[in-house]
């Protein structure tokens, strides 16, 4: 069973950092695309980083470019959003995705 977990959230003030990692269990792929995503309230879901495990591309959307980070660790099964400069549009349920899978939400809360 493929199990995503996603953990890092909570409150920040703005300008503020915070790190969300998402631990990958029972994936039998080897190569796969990993992302982050976020929803705010009202809104949709967007998707504001990804990165391939073959190659290690990354993409950011631009609302987060220059700000947010995305990484893993050498075994591919963790990986990290590190968000600096935070910003209150930045609050959010953040969600982690492996391939087709997703992972329950960590609500992030930046105040002003």
């Known amino acids: 069973e493929v199990q995503l977990q996603a953990s890092g959230g909570g409150l920040v003030q703005a300008g503020g950092s915070l790190r969300l990692s998402c631990a990958v269990s029972?994936?039998?792929?080897?190569?796969?695309?990993m992302g982050w995503f976020r929803q705010a309230p009202g809104k949709e879901r967007e998707a504001i980083s990804c990165m391939s495990l073959n190659d290690g591309t990354t993409d950011y959307a631009d609302s987060v470019r220059g700000r947010f980070t995305i990484s893993r660790d050498n075994a591919g099964k963790t990986w990290y959003l590190q968000m600096n400069s935070l910003k209150p549009e930045d609050t959010a349920v953040y969600y982690c995705?492996?391939?087709?899978?997703w992972g329950r939400g960590t609500q992030v809360t930046v105040s002003s």
């Open positions: 029972g994936f039998t792929f080897d190569d796969f695309d």
């Open positions: 995705k492996a391939a087709s899978f």
